[in-house]
Structure formats: C-alpha cells, structure tokens
C-alpha cells in the first residue's frame, strides 16, 4: 500500500501536540474514487495498472496548507497511466550532446553574453553574465564552465551558488533598493531552461518580495500572531514526526514537503544558526545593529557553502538514484535590508522539485496545477526514504 494513503491514519497516531500543530497547518482528506470498467478493457487495465480491483477503488488524498494555500492530490495510481516512451538516457546523452556541438550560446560567454554594469564576477567554475532580456532588473546568469548540466560535483555546486551570492552583494552595492534575491536554477529545456548549456539565473527585486516568497512570509507572519509560535519550526515537526524528514549532517532542516508543486519536492530550510555566525539568541539583531541590514552580503557568502553541502547529496540521489534529469530549483534568502514587513525566523528557503521525463513532447503541468492545485504521482514518503538512505 502506498504510504501517502495511510496518512491520516499517521497524522492521529501523533502526540496531542503535535497532531494539533498539523492540524492548524494542514487540511487533509481521503476520498475513494470509483471507476465501471466494461469488460473490453480489463486486459488492457491489467497491462497498465496490475489489477481491476485497483482501477475499480482508488484512494485519492488531498493535503491543503491552511496558511500558504498550496495544495496536492495524491493518487499513486496516476504514476501507472500509459505515457508515450520517447527515449532513454542514450537518447538524452545524444540530444544534449547535439544541441551543444550545434548552437551554444553560452559556449563563449565573454563573447557572447552581455556583462552587468559592476562587470562580472569569475568563480573557479563559472563566470556571470547580464540577462540579455531580464524578467527583473537586476537579472543575471552564473554560466557553468561544463556545458553538460548534469555533470557537477560538490565543488562546482558550491562555486556557483558563492559566485551566485556574490553577484548579488554586487547588484545590492549598486542599488540598495533592490533587496529582495532570487536564485534558480532550470535543468534542460524540460523544466524550462531555454538554453541546454548549464546555467543559473539570479535576481534582486524591488519593492516587495517575490509573490511565492511573500506568501510564505505572510503564512509564517499569521502563524505567528496567532499561535505565538514558528510556523517553520512547526512545520518542521510535523514533517518530520511524519517520518518525512531527511537526515542531514550540514545541520539542515530538509523535508520532502506534504503539499509538493511537482514531483518529489524537497525543501531546505537553513537559518543564521545554522551556519555558525552567532549565537542563536542574537545573530539576527547583531546583523542589524551593525549595518541596518537583516542579513548582509559577506553571511551570503558562508551560506554558499553549507547549502552545497545539503544540496548536493539530494540532489545526486535524486539524479544518480531516482532517475531525475530535468529539474528546478530555487533559493530564496530574507532581503538584504530591514523592511518594513516582518520577516521573523524567516530562512533561507530553497526548494526543488523534479519536472519529469526530460524527452516528454507531453507538459508535466495543466490546469489543474495552473489554475487550483497541484496533482502529483510520487509518494513523498517514498521519496524520503528513498532520500534517507544515501
């Protein structure tokens, strides 16, 4: 049986408190959904799904988070639907190769990229580029030396998220009202990259906070007026009472999220404490005693690394071992400045999901992810045991 079915059953088998914690945070319901198959069907039902039976009754689970409003529907029956095979790694190694020997834009990115106003910044294994058109305005890349996307170790990771972070102490020197960051990263034209070539983007807003990023501030703002206490630290807890937790020797919270975007979501949550800057009591007030800012451009820099370390096992499990390819992730730190929201216990939240088969001519996203909420085929019980075992 699939574990994302039992889950209300494991949600009442938790402590007083924190089944009263999950509760407050998140709606969940379990539906039975009935099917009539005639009789003509029943082989092809049997090829495809295993057995009638399981086409007859299914389990459906919905999870809503009360606070931030996202939402998934679980039927791990879906995971079986017939869907058109376009390929194998062979043919995916052969189309990356190919577009890369044809048109690679990123091949020669002194010459071939524009530069930022501050010029660029050169890591060990990769170098910045201005966005030739910006979606903000301050928009950049970090354009990874080794073409191929999948190919990184921890070295090469951790040196494009401090070049990221330097890139973005760079732009908030050059306009200090620009002080909302965005890291991203899209794996292969399948979870949206337009170009093959590896590459991250990078962005500081102004104004207000990314709309996805200020919805989860504003939750963990309620969360806190009205219970007197963390909402990530909470949900945290309820994760990983769950058993939804994935170990973490950098000292992380990481969790496979009960109400994933897409596929095997994985979020990481890291705090000042985390990375050893101060004592937990006072690192973030010592940040803005000293220069007005909630945390400042050279503790962006010590985050690049510890987010390497919790990034990079879980991401090559998920590559090496489940079979990702096309992904997308994103890192989103506090602003750089003391703003007139709150901002809290607020952490650096980065979050990653997979997109699916990278060959697919069919979208892993329709309506119902566009316009209600989202659909997802993988357990995430199973994705963190599968996580938990590196």
């Known amino acids: 049986m699939p574990m994302i079915t039992t889950l209300a059953n494991r949600i009442a088998a938790l402590s007083d408190g924190l089944r009263q914690t999950c509760e407050r945070i998140f709606h969940v319901a379990t539906m039975t959904g009935y099917t009539d198959p005639p009789a003509t069907m029943e082989a092809w039902i049997v090829r495809h799904f295993g057995t009638v039976a399981a ?14 409003l996202e939402g998934a529907l679980f039927n791990p029956l879906r ?23 044809g048109v690679d834009d990123f091949r020669d990115p002194l010459r071939a990229t524009t530069a930022d106003l501050f010029g660029r910044i050169r890591g060990r294994f990769c170098v910045t580029a201005s966005n030739v058109a910006k979606y903000d305005g301050w928009h950049g890349l970090v354009i990874f030396d080794e073409p191929h996307p999948l190919r990184f170790d921890q070295a090469r990771l ?50 207000m906070p990314y709309a996805r990023v200020e919805t989860w501030r504003r939750a963990a703002e309620t969360y ?39 596929n095997r979501e994985v979020v990481f949550l890291a705090n000042l404490e985390d990375i050893g800057q101060a004592d937990k009591q006072t690192s973030r007030q010592a940040e803005v005693r000293a220069d007005e800012r909630s945390l400042s451009p050279d503790l962006f820099v010590s985050l690049s690394q510890r987010l390497a370390d919790a990034l990079y096992p ?7 071992k489940q079979g990702m ?6 890192i989103t730190p506090p602003p750089l400045h003391v703003t007139a929201e709150d901002w809290g216990d607020f952490p650096t939240l980065a ?12 979208s892993d996203i329709g ?8 659909c997802v085929t993988a357990d995430p019980f199973e994705v963190a045991a599968a996580l938990s075992t590196n």
């Open 55 to 68: 086409v007859r009754e299914q389990t459906i689970v919905r999870v809503v988070n009360r606070l931030t």
């Open 79 to 101: 995971a079986r639907r017939p869907t058109e095979s376009v390929g194998d790694d062979a043919a995916l190694e052969s189309r990356i190769a190919a577009t890369l020997a």
């Open 158 to 207: 951790s040196d494009y998220l401090d070049v990221a972070f330097r890139w973005i102490a760079a732009a908030y020197a050059h306009d200090d009202q620009a002080i909302y960051p965005i890291i991203t990263w899209n794996c292969l034209p399948k979870s949206g990259a337009t170009l093959m070539h590896g590459h991250m983007q990078l962005a500081l807003a102004r104004g």
């Open 224 to 262: 806190r007026t009205q219970h007197s206490a963390s909402y990530f630290n909470d949900l945290f807890a309820i994760h990983q009472a769950l058993g939804l937790a994935i170990p973490q020797s950098a000292r992380q919270r990481v969790f496979a999220h009960l109400t994933p975007i897409r």
């Open 314 to 320: 879980i991401l090559r499990n998920l590559i090496d």
């Open 325 to 330: 390819r096309a992904f997308n992730l994103a």
């Open 351 to 362: 979050r990653l999901a997979d997109r699916g088969d990278p060959l697919a001519t069919s």
């Open 367 to 374: 309506a119902i992810e566009l316009f209600a909420t989202g």
